[in-house]
Each structure stands twice: as structure tokens, then as C-alpha cells.
């Protein structure tokens, strides 16, 4: 009987001290886990900036050779859209396109080339940053059942990452 006694009494030391243990173990995998998510929402964002800046330097140059290449006597209408427009098939459906010297021409066409080559990056980006936002979801979803209050806390830090890279 005594036996019994003193293996209750370790069994009532052992097993919050094991599940302390086993909190405290979540804790430090759930704390790699999110620095792991939080690196890799920082790295599909900063891809997500350096194609977005590689389009505007595309067609700030393309615009650039279309306002030295387009004659004077061009109609001022065309003009104005072929230098707004930042598309080459949108600028290539003008007829006036063809009384651009083939220079011109040619770089609208490699600069059409070039943006749905850096169109199929984005693409590629986005179900990249679907799956990221998933598997963010499923950890949020896994930690707040298990502690509600340090789910609202990661979820929370996930949010302020979001809104300081929209700024």
C-alpha cells in the first residue's frame, strides 16, 4: 500500500512537470516555426518588389525609346497612349505602330517579351505566396488550439509583418 502511496506521489510531481516541459517544448518549436514563416513572407515579398521594380524599369526605358523614336508628324492621340500605355500589345494594336522605324518597333517587341516573361514570374510568385499563406494559416490554426493566447500573439506579429511591408 505504501508502494501505491509514493507512486501517486511522483505521478502528481511527474506529470505537470512533463507537460510544463512539453508547453515549454511547443513553445520553442512554434517560436522556430514562425521566424522560419516570417523569413520566407519576407523573402517572397522582397521577390514580389525586385520583379515589380524590374517591370517599371522595363518600360520606364521602353517609354524612354518611344519618346525619341516617335516622329513629329505622329497623331498626338497614339502619342499620348503609346507613352502611357506600358504594353506592347496594346500599343502594337495601333496602326501607327507600323510607321515607327523598326528599331522602335523592335524594342516594343522585346520589351512585350521580356514583360510576359517577368508576367509568368508573378505568376509562378503567386502560388508560391498562396502556399506560403496556407501553410501560415495552418500553423496559426495548430498553435491557437493548443494556446489560444499565443496564437492571437503570432498571429498578431504575422499581421504587423503584412502592414509594415504594404508601408
Known sequence: MKRSGTLQSLLCFLLPALLILSACGHKAAWQAES???????????????????????LWDATTDV??????EDFPPTDREIFLKARNADHIRMFMSFKSLSPEVQAAVDNAG???????????????????????????LGRVEKADQKTGQMYAEAFRKI???TLQ
Request: proline share 2%; no cysteine; hydrophobic share 40%.
Open 35 to 57: 521566424e522560419v514563416l516570417l523569413h520566407r513572407g519576407d523573402s517572397l515579398e522582397a521577390i514580389h518588389q525586385l520583379i515589380n521594380t524590374r517591370i517599371d524599369s
Open 66 to 71: 518611344l519618346a525619341a523614336g516617335i516622329p
Open 113 to 139: 517579351k521580356y514583360d510576359a516573361m517577368l508576367a509568368g514570374q508573378i505568376r509562378q510568385l503567386q502560388v508560391q505566396q498562396q502556399a506560403f499563406e496556407l501553410e501560415k494559416n495552418e500553423f
Open 162 to 164: 503584412s502592414i509594415d
